[in-house]
């Protein structure tokens, strides 16, 4: 089954300790990318990757990094959380056209005390 | 970054037909128009996109404004099932920054 996969789906963690939210899909898109989603906020854009080795940011990259070794993780690290950063994680991916739809993972809940 | 406007929030009653509108008016003319959904507790998930003609699928239709100005996601019998949030954005080749916004929240009223 084609699909996204996102570890944890919910994580507590404290200020200032490193951590990492995995991402995977199977389905060979070169296209990868993260989001977080707040109240009245909606889904803003993080990272993204347009392939292997190549990364960008988004509009909200503060306080976040992102590696593409392999063409099916895109990994999320937050090597010094913040209580800001409590949100709602979704990763998505596609492929590379512009007009391929996006396919998103069923998302990971971050609390950061 | 081109920009869509949404309203916030729709009701509608079940088994009409329900029209979402989106205005993007800096569109260019490489930028595709694509809609989203997003029900409780989920991702969003794809439901249609198009760049000039009309557009239809087994979810909805997609109506696109002859100046490609705005555009109209079309459910048409709304069921329960169809509550969530509906995203409107565009993507081009030239840049791949995809700012989602709010959305409109659509309530199906039995």
């Known amino acids: 089954e084609a699909q996204v996969t996102q570890n944890p789906r919910y994580l507590i963690t404290v200020t200032g300790k490193k951590l990492t939210v995995t991402c995977s899909q199977n389905?060979?898109?070169?296209?990868m990318s993260w989001y977080r989603q707040d109240p009245g906020l909606g889904l803003r854009q993080i990272y993204y990757?347009?392939?292997?080795?190549?990364?960008d940011k988004g509009d909200v990259p503060e306080g976040y990094k992102v590696s593409r070794k392999e063409k099916r993780n895109f990994p999320l690290i937050l090597e010094s959380p913040s209580p800001n950063q409590t949100s709602l994680y979704f990763c998505?991916?596609?492929?590379?056209?512009?007009?391929?739809?996006?396919?998103f993972g069923n998302g990971t809940r971050l609390t950061v005390t | 970054d081109a920009k869509t406007t949404q309203p916030n929030s729709m009701e509608s009653n079940e088994e009409e037909p329900v029209h979402l509108p989106c205005n993007h008016s800096t569109i260019s003319g490489t930028d595709y128009i694509h809609w989203y959904r997003q029900l409780p507790s989920q991702g969003p998930e794809y439901v249609i996109h198009?760049?000039?003609s009309n557009v239809n699928n087994r979810m909805a239709s997609l109506a696109i404004a002859e100046d490609r100005k705005s555009s109209t996601l079309i459910l048409h019998r709304a069921t329960l099932r169809d509550a969530a949030v509906y995203y409107c954005?565009?993507?081009?080749?030239?840049?791949?920054?995809?700012?989602f916004g709010i959305g409109t929240k659509l309530q199906v009223i039995p």
């Open positions: 990757s347009m392939n292997v080795e190549v990364t």
């Open positions: 389905m060979n898109h070169e296209y």
């Open positions: 954005i565009l993507t081009a080749g030239g840049y791949q920054k995809v700012t």
């Open positions: 998505a991916s596609r492929w590379g056209q512009p007009n391929s739809p996006l396919h």
């Open positions: 198009g760049l000039t």
